[in-house]
């Protein structure tokens, strides 16, 4: 066996973990993907065969390439809508690796209130916390002392501990009832629907979804579950802004998202955001479905 087929399959052994790391840091499947391949190029580079401890090289290439992406996209430096791949808001596929990263120990508030630190918070926590890597190791990562990365692993620490506490039965309960208001729009079941929905909800779209062939705006519970009833077949869950919304991809890009307004377990306003311009400035998290 070659050096390269060795280096390939100590990487295989390696890449669930790496894609682990790499989603809690970034919150999305693909981008993890992209990240982990970012490792296995560099992998192929000259001089990478001696490294002795391989798995801790690869989890310092895999987080100082996640650290990057997400300085990037604090700085707003994304890609136009129509340059970004087919597939890059797609948060799984039914590949079962993937599904597994979306359900083992990611809960919906932790994912929430990690897209609140900032990029190095959420390195040196997710690394420390959730993988164990030592702070001397971390370190060198986010351009710190061990000391100071181990007060922004505190500091990240303490936000979470007091958003999970306060926010997750909230922002669990919020997710369940807009899942609960998709199947009942996939199933045409207007019944439902109305329970979901405020008696004075009001639903509006901007100027692109209603090109698309929406209402602009809808009031009331009976008109707006008339609106929905047999529709949103292939919307899925998403995070929007940090809030449980649902989004309809076409081609693997978002073309329209729904804001949900949820008061007292009520819907209270649904929002159809389809202007390319608009979408591109939210933060979109794509939940599995």
Known sequence: MGDNDRLAERFELDRRRLRAVAYRMLGSVHEADDAVQEAWLRLGRPGASGVENLSGWLTTVVARVCLDMMRAKKAKREN????????????????????????????????????????AERVSFVLHDLFAVPFEDIAPIVGRSPAAARQLASRARRRVRGAEATNEPDRLRQRAIVEAFLGASRGGDLGALVALLDPDVVFSADDAAVRMGAEAKVRGADAVAGTFAGRARVAQPAIVDGIPGAVWLAG??????????????????????????????????????
């Open 80 to 119: 136009p809508l129509d340059e970004v791949p087919a597939d890059a808001f797609v948060a799984t596929a039914g590949d079962p690796e993937r599904d597994a990263l979306l359900g083992d120990s990611v809960g919906l508030a932790l994912l929430v209130v990690l897209e609140t630190l900032t990029p």
């Open 252 to 289: 693997g890009v978002p073309r329209v998202v729904f804001r949900f307004t949820i008061d007292r377990d009520r819907i209270t306003t649904i929002e159809l955001v389809a202007d390319p311009g608009r979408i591109q400035e939210l933060d979109l998290v794509i939940l599995a479905g």
